[in-house]
């Protein structure tokens, strides 16, 4: 099966900058949408950027201008770079893909990787 695994969480100062990284594999399968996801403790989780497989993107209002999504299809990998941290962009990242399979998508996530902003 298709497995998503995220890296680069971590601890930082407000104002700082981390990049998350998410490769997909598992075997031979076409991803259509990536993006990302996070959630807060008490909060519900909510969409922080999706990139389609032609590049497309879209954000968060909460994340437009600071973060940015991208790519790399040949590494079925996604990226998310994150500048001017603020502390409540503290929260679990989470990776989401759609593969394609049988003429239908299934949606895949990852476990997730922890980003603390302090301030």
């Known amino acids: 099966q298709v497995q998503l695994v995220e890296s680069g969480g971590g601890l930082v100062q407000a104002g700082g900058s981390l990049r998350l990284s998410c490769a997909a594999s598992?075997?031979?399968?076409?991803?259509?949408?990536m993006g990302w996801y996070r959630q807060a403790p008490g909060k519900q989780r909510e969409l922080v950027a999706v990139?389609?497989?032609?590049?497309?993107?879209d954000y968060g209002d909460s994340v437009k201008g600071r973060f940015a999504i991208s790519r790399d299809n040949a590494k079925n990998t996604v990226y998310l770079q994150m500048n001017s941290l603020k502390p409540e962009d503290t929260a679990v990242y989470y990776c989401?893909?759609?593969?394609?399979?049988?003429?239908?998508?299934?949606?895949?996530w990852g476990q997730g990787t922890q980003v603390t902003v302090s301030s």
């Open positions: 598992g075997g031979i399968f076409i991803i259509n949408a």
């Open positions: 989401n893909a759609g593969v394609v399979a049988d003429r239908a998508i299934y949606d895949y």
């Open positions: 990139i389609t497989g032609r590049g497309s993107t």
